[in-house]
Antibody
Framework: EVQLVEAGGGLVQPGGSLKLSCAAS????????IHWVRQASGKGLEWVGRVKRKVDSYATAYVASVEGRFTISRDDSKSTAFLQMNSLKIEDTAVYYC??????????WGQGTLVTVSS | DIVMTQSPDSLAVSLGERATITCKSS??????????LAWYQQKPGQPPTLLIYWASIRESGVPDRFSGSGSGTDFTLTISSLQAEDVAVYFCQHYYTTPITFGQGTRLEIK
């Protein structure tokens, strides 16, 4: 069974940092691109970014609003992806989901982890 | 960036009736005869569930009352006979290139 489990969310002050993790199981993690999607309370879905596989040089891409502040990485030996968030803003408050990209949309999602940026 | 625009923002349909949601992309998502377009259903407190990919292919386990159509820039999600469990928010998404973007969502309720 494919599972994605996010962790690391919490309350952080504006300007602070937080690192989320996404632990995967039930599939060959190293063979998949991992994407992060966020959703503010009562709002829509926003793609945050992705990290590709080793064969694709672990290429990353980000939405413009987080470029330069967020970094996505992965540790294939631990089947885990990470989202390092720096210089956090109030508008980054959201539930953050990790997903597996199958080139046919996102079939598998984690349950999400809540990040609250507030003073 | 490709902008995805859904309509309507909310929709109320009677049980057993048809529900139709449209999604328009600001540029084509058709490449090599494939439309890089997916539809999701999201219920409160849950992550989204993939319903349709390649614009018209139903994900395994999705009831056949759900169907997707369209090509290029104009797409439609149809629920042929609304059931109570279909109350949810529906999103379209393109995965043609990065940044990947979603429509704003359509809230579907029972009339």
């Amino acid at each position: 069974e494919v599972q994605l489990v996010e962790a690391g969310g919490g309350l952080v002050q504006p300007g602070g940092s937080l690192k989320l993790s996404c632990a995967a199981s039930g599939f060959t993690f190293s063979g998949s691109s991992i994407h992060w999607v966020r959703q503010a309370s009562g709002k829509g879905l926003e793609w945050v970014g992705r990290v590709k596989r080793k064969v694709d040089s672990y290429a990353t891409a980000y939405v413009a609003s987080v470029e330069g502040r967020f970094t996505i990485s992965r540790d294939d030996s631990k089947s885990t992806a990470f989202l390092q968030m720096n210089s956090l803003k109030i508008e980054d408050t959201a539930v953050y989901y990790c997903t597996r990209s199958d080139k046919t949309g996102y079939k598998y999602w984690g349950q999400g982890t809540l990040v609250t940026v507030s003073s | 960036d490709i902008v995805m625009t859904q309509s309507p923002d909310s929709l109320a349909v009677s049980l057993g009736e048809r529900a139709t949601i449209t999604c328009k992309s600001s540029q084509t998502v058709l490449y090599n005869d494939k439309n890089y377009l997916a539809w999701y259903q999201q219920k409160p407190g849950q992550p989204p569930t993939l319903l349709i990919y390649w614009a018209s292919i139903r994900e395994s386990g999705v009831p056949d009352r759900f169907s997707g159509s369209g090509s290029g820039t104009d797409f439609t999600l149809t629920i042929s006979s609304l059931q109570a469990e279909d109350v949810a928010v529906y999103f379209c998404q393109h995965y043609y290139t990065t940044p990947i973007t979603f429509g704003q969502g359509t809230r579907l309720e029972i009339k």
